[in-house]
């Protein structure tokens, strides 16, 4: 229904239910099995999932200034935070109320990160070319602490944002080292903005996340770096009608496994399920490590000048290896499901380049780095990517009626495709157009025979 404003009703979570905890009863993991499964589990982007039990495990909410959200007595629904603490004090409170089996395995979590990573400044002392061409990269700065970013600030000064699909208005503020936003017509609800996700070549996207209850929310409004802007989050046009007594109120209400999705494709490593999602455990922004896996046995060794006696712990041996890496966050056919329209499996680029005739008929010499340099800023030099397909289509082999020695690849065979917010991506799905359809005229033609082709199995 269409709903004006935020109800009394609000409430951010009510119980955990199954919490996710190891008991004293659980399989014991040593570093050494931990080890084994953070090698394992990094290409699937599964990211250091260790074997957990599950435990029933309830819990009330009261306040965020204890550490959670708001409190679902009625007595209490319309209380504002007692305070407005900073993230590290709210991450300190969860942990010192987390039981004494789960402290344990944040401890042992801690130790497993700092026994095996080194952290991308390591990897600059060796490779200076990759660390500088990664900085310039999104992957070096996808997910920022709400509060420690630049933003924060900007919009704190703004003070406000009015919704242009809703009739709401959306007030910003940020004291003691929080970021927090609240709907104008509720000022007594406070919702602390943890994550600021997204590199912003699109947008930037924030999250809030509750981390004793491991429920959150994906901000209605994000931020376009291009334009200067605040405007609707991308893809929530379907939230233009909420529940006004839900977090819809706010934007795309999350469980933990939508939090999870999200940072574990902003971040280098995730804590396990078996503990909360807390920022101190987060390993932000897609580090050296999370493509080439824990390097810090190398690093040492490196040290004594016997480098090569810690060999790679990922290997890409075959372009699927490769395709697979890439695909844990960028996507491909296990994310597609039959209710996507065709502009949204323009995103999926992976899944574009795998159906692509290039691909399927030039085994191993087609992958996302072929026009990509994985460690630097995404390419727009049309002429390299022209060059790069000329490397199987000399020019004496093309069509003389549909191409010219100028023309661009690209914006024929990979053109542009609307989705959402004003974001564009390029398909990746490289063919012929469709006959008696122009692609530059029309760039959603190119995606047409998507679907047909997705639910015919080919």
């Known amino acids: 229904m269409e709903a004006k404003g935020c109800s009394a009703g609000l409430t951010l979570a009510i119980a955990m239910g199954n919490r996710e905890a190891i008991s004293k009863e659980s399989i014991p993991v040593d570093h050494r099995e931990q080890r084994h499964i953070v090698l394992r589990t990094l290409l699937r982007g599964d990211l250091l999932a260790l074997i957990l039990i599950a435990t029933g495990t309830a819990w009330l909410i009261t306040s965020w200034a204890g550490g959670q959200w708001l409190s679902t007595s009625s007595s209490r629904s319309s209380l504002p935070p007692q305070s407005e603490q900073s993230p590290d004090d709210v991450s300190r409170r969860v942990l010192a109320r987390l039981p004494p089996h789960v402290q344990q395995q944040v401890r042992g979590w801690n130790s497993l990160i700092a026994t095996n990573f080194a952290g991308d400044q390591a990897c600059a002392e060796c490779h200076q070319s990759e660390y500088e061409a990664h900085q310039r990269s999104g992957h070096s700065h996808t997910a920022l602490l709400m509060s420690q970013s630049p933003l924060a600030k900007k919009l704190a000064k703004s003070d406000s944002y009015p919704d242009p699909r809703r009739d709401q208005v959306f007030e910003f503020s940020q004291a003691d080292g929080q970021f927090m936003v609240r709907e104008q017509t509720r000022k007594e609800i406070l919702v602390p903005v943890t994550w ?26 994000s931020y376009f770096p291009e334009d200067d802007r605040v405007g609707v989050t991308p893809d929530h ?25 999200c940072l574990g494709c902003h971040s280098t490593s995730m804590p396990p399920r078996s503990l909360p999602i807390i920022n101190s455990l987060v390993v932000e922004n897609v580090g050296c490590e999370r493509c080439h896996g824990p390097r810090k046995k190398h690093v040492e060794l490196a040290h004594q000048g016997r480098a090569e006696e810690a ?36 995103r999926f680029q992976p899944y574009g380049i795998q159906r692509s005739r290039c691909y399927l008929e030039t085994p191993g010499n087609l992958t996302c780095s072929t026009c990509h340099d994985p460690h630097d800023s995404v390419s727009h030099d049309r002429a390299r990517s022209v060059d790069q397909c000329r490397q199987c289509h000399a020019e004496g082999s093309l069509s003389e009626a549909a191409h010219s020695g100028n023309d661009d690849c690209i914006e024929c065979h990979m053109p542009l495709v609307p989705w959402s917010s004003g974001i564009s991506f390029h398909d990746h799905w490289i063919r012929i157009p469709e006959k008696h359809s122009s692609a530059k005229s029309s760039p959603l033609q190119s995606t047409n025979a998507w679907s047909a082709d997705r639910h015919a199995g080919k």
Not at 196 to 221: C, F, K, M, Y
Not at 242 to 252: I, K, P, Y
Not at 327 to 335: G, T, V
Request: include cysteine; charged fraction near 25%; charge should be negative.
């Open 196 to 221: 600021l996700l997204g590199s912003g070549s699109h947008a930037q996207t924030p999250i809030a996340v509750d981390e004793a209850t491991q429920r959150g929310v994906e901000l209605r409004w």
């Open 237 to 261: 046009e379907r939230f233009d009608a909420f529940a006004n007594d839900s977090l819809e109120c706010f934007g795309r209400p999350m469980d933990d496994a939508d939090i999870r999705a």
């Open 311 to 346: 060999k790679p712990m990922l290997q890409y041996e075959t372009a699927a290896d490769y395709m697979s890496a890439c695909a844990s966050c960028h996507r491909d056919a296990s994310s597609v499901t039959p209710d996507m329209e065709p502009h949204d499996l323009a």
